[in-house]
């Protein structure tokens, strides 16, 4: 009968070079590591715009990307991108444009919740109408809960302050918390259906006082004007310059 050629049986656990067992693994985990790294500083580095429909979000976003305004129309679509913001130096920031509609509001909270600062921006020529939906929103963001409980920066553009009879920040903001007043006692309450307590904190919190984001300690608030078209954007450029 012909010979069967003997196999050579597997080399034992032993035979393997422990160094070279540590270098693949190392060569393997280190890109994941970087990727990880990388993910969580553009994650550091966002910026959601948000805010009325017309106020304005996406002329400031289209100026801050391309340094120019381009016309734009009511979306229905968040827009985002990395990039260095016009008239800034340094690093990309990430920069997301949520349309103002009430049927994005999901959205604009998944944005909002792991983002490093915030930017609301309104109408300054339409402040009685654009004051009672910022309010509503504003609402919304601020008691979110991974908004609540970080210390996010937070600036409420008053747009189009080029434009004649455009309400000044003061006059936005006393606009704006009065309005929170009246969304907070509309929407808040200290039960459930179920009857029990409800802890509430940040802008819902209702401690008998009228409402002032003076009394936010959660937020820093801060109202300034602003203007796409001129532009005039020196306030933008300050928040973002917080990012680092």
Excluded: W
């Amino acid at each position: 009968m012909p010979t069967v050629p003997s196999i050579p049986a597997p080399p034992s656990s032993a035979a393997y070079d422990p160094t070279l067992l540590l270098t693949v693994i190392l060569s393997l985990l280190i890109p994941v590591l970087y990727l990880f790294r990388s993910s969580k500083k553009s994650s550091s580095r966002k910026l959601v715009i948000f805010g009325p429909v017309g106020g304005g979000k996406s002329a400031i976003y289209h100026r801050l990307r391309f340094g120019r305004v381009v016309p734009t129309v009511s979306s229905m679509t968040v827009t985002s991108a990395t990039f260095v913001p016009n008239g800034l130096e340094g690093k990309p920031m990430h920069i997301v444009d949520v349309p103002g509609s009430g049927r994005l509001r999901a959205q604009l909270l998944e944005q909002v919740s792991d983002a490093s600062a915030l930017l609301c921006v309104l109408d300054g020529t339409q402040l009685s109408a654009q004051a009672r939906e910022a309010a509503g929103i504003l609402f919304e963001v601020l008691s979110h809960e991974p908004v609540a409980r970080r210390k996010l920066p937070l600036l409420v553009a008053v747009n189009k302050v080029d434009s004649p009879g455009a309400a000044t920040p003061t006059a936005a903001r006393k606009a704006i918390e009065q309005e929170v007043q009246r969304v907070r006692l509309a929407r808040t309450t200290l039960s459930d259906t179920s009857g029990r307590d409800k802890k509430l904190s940040g802008i819902a919190e209702d401690d008998g006082r009228p409402f002032s984001f003076d009394h936010l300690e959660t937020n820093t608030v801060v109202f300034a004007a602003i203007s796409a078209t001129k532009p005039e954007l020196s306030a933008v450029h300050s928040l973002l310059k917080r990012l680092g």
